[in-house]
């Protein structure tokens, strides 16, 4: 079973940074597209970043130029680098997992969120 653990997210003031990590671990063949999400209260869970195998990326226009996408694909760890953090910002981050279980088997896994709080 494949698990994925956020990390990195807390309280920063408007204008500071924080960055989020997402470790997966657990059996599978592969790691394909990655990406971070958030979900306000009341609202659907939205594409932040994502990234592919290959590095390709697609950023969210609401943050682009503040937030970076990377993954590690030797640690299988993604990242989010989130700069010039504004108070719109605040909701819980997910990370998320398209993967191979196997060379036919396709999944995909979340994590269990991580809270970013941004203080104007």
């Known amino acids: 079973q494949v698990q994925l653990v956020e990390s990195g997210g807390g309280l920063v003031q408007a204008g500071g940074s924080l960055r989020l990590s997402c470790a997966v671990s657990?059996?599978?063949?592969?790691?394909?597209?990655m990406g971070w999400y958030r979900q306000a209260p009341g609202k659907q869970r939205e594409l932040v970043a994502g990234?592919?195998?290959?590095?390709?990326?697609n950023i969210a226009d609401s943050v682009k130029g503040r937030f970076t996408i990377s993954r590690d694909n030797a640690k299988n760890t993604l990242y989010l680098q989130m700069n010039s953090l504004k108070p719109e910002d605040t909701v819980v981050y997910y990370c998320?997992?398209?993967?191979?279980?196997?060379?036919?088997?396709?999944?995909?896994?979340w994590g269990q969120g991580t809270l970013v709080t941004v203080s104007s």
């Open positions: 998320h997992a398209d993967y191979m279980a196997n060379t036919w088997y396709r999944k995909d896994a």
């Open positions: 990234i592919t195998g290959g590095g390709n990326t």
């Open positions: 657990g059996s599978m063949f592969s790691v394909n597209y």
